[in-house]
């Protein structure tokens, strides 16, 4: 069984900063690429930054020069760096990962969601 486990969500004034943490555990062969996501109320989920296995990284373009994403592979583990916060930041923030487990292959994995709350 895997899972994901996402930490480091809070509340925070407008300009703050946060670094959300997702890590990867349970019996896994690999983890491919990782992303994160965020939905905020009666919104879509949508993509805020991916990051493959080796390191290349997209970022949507409404957090792109504040929001940085990383990853250590030694640790199966994800970071988003998040800076100059605004309030429309506000949102639940999913941790995603494509992840070989023995015996069942490739599958899509999600974390149970961490809340980011900006407000002045």
């Known amino acids: 069984q895997v899972h994901l486990v996402e930490s480091g969500g809070g509340v925070v004034p407008p300009g703050g900063s946060l670094t959300l943490s997702c890590t990867a555990s349970?019996?896994?062969?690999?983890?491919?690429?990782m992303g994160w996501y965020r939905q905020a109320p009666g919104e879509q989920r949508e993509l805020v930054a991916s990051?493959?296995?080796?390191?290349?990284?997209l970022i949507t373009d409404s957090v792109k020069g504040r929001f940085t994403i990383s990853r250590d592979n030694s640790k199966n583990t994800m970071y988003l760096q998040m800076n100059v916060l605004k309030p429309e930041d506000t949102a639940i923030y999913f941790c995603n990962a494509q992840i070989d487990v023995p015996n069942n292959g490739h599958h899509d994995y999600w974390g149970q969601g961490t809340q980011v709350t900006v407000l002045s």
């Open positions: 349970g019996n896994i062969i690999a983890v491919y690429a």
């Open positions: 990051i493959s296995s080796g390191g290349h990284t």
